[in-house]
């Protein structure tokens, strides 16, 4: 004997609720992919013409706008998917647009090559006649005291300067004049030869204690005297010595 079984209102209201309720979460469990996942696209800029690679050029997708710059050896990574398109552009290339081939995969690297740009020099015609400068030299008269013939003549002052003890030193007070007579300064070579024996910088720093510097520094003072003429022997040097070097510090020196 076969029952059927009847549901009561209650019972089928209960039934419809339940299914309401198991349906929303086998819906979770059989989501699809999510449609924004955009996979990590890896390429490579080159020179088309020597196969270089394009250094610092910029990728930019042109749907989600996202711009990257490729490295020193022209390689990128930019997010996009096969429909996606990519502008390359970079100084002194022909920009240029590209769409991603189906083929693609993420395990690949896409190779871009992009067109240098080429310009075409017109040439330039120069009409005329090619002429060498005129160079002209004029004469000017320079003072005899510039010249150097003149300075080979070695007055008494620069033979103190060149002297094997140059540490002579003439003070120049005034206007320098082109001209002046150096006699009245310096004795003659030949005095000069012979005070040289015995009035230097080393009878100077054994007699006053002083070092090289200052030895110099007080010369120098000594020289202004013009007492040359007296210093006949090496005692008579050396009394002039301490004479001026007492009036030297006295003065503050």
Known sequence: ?????????????LFAFALLLIIPVSSVFAQKPDENYQPLLKGQVLNLEDETPVVKAIVSNQRTKETVTADLEGRFTINALITDSLEISSLGFSKQTIEIPASYSVSDVLIIHIRPLSFLLPDVNINGNYQK????VEKIKVSPY??????????????????????VKIPLYGKEQPNRKTRDIMMSDKQ??????IYNVGLVRELTGLN????????????SKKLFNKM???????????????????AGH
Do not use: G
Not at 133 to 136: A, F, H, I
Not at 237 to 246: D, K, P, R, T, V
């Open 212 to 223: 090289t510097t200052e030895a110099d520094n007080f010369m120098m003072f000594l020289n």
């Open 232 to 250: 006949t022997t090496k005692e008579n040097a050396s009394f002039i010595i301490l004479e001026q070097f007492a009036i030297y510090r006295k």
């Open 192 to 197: 000069w030869a012979k005070v040289s024996k």
């Open 133 to 136: 400068p005129v160079v002209k």
């Open 146 to 167: 510039f010249r150097k013939d003149f300075m080979q003549e070695k007055p008494a002052e620069e033979k103190a300067y060149q002297n094997q003890i140059s540490f």
């Open 1 to 13: 004997m076969v029952h059927l079984t009847r549901f009561s209102p209650e019972k089928f209201c």
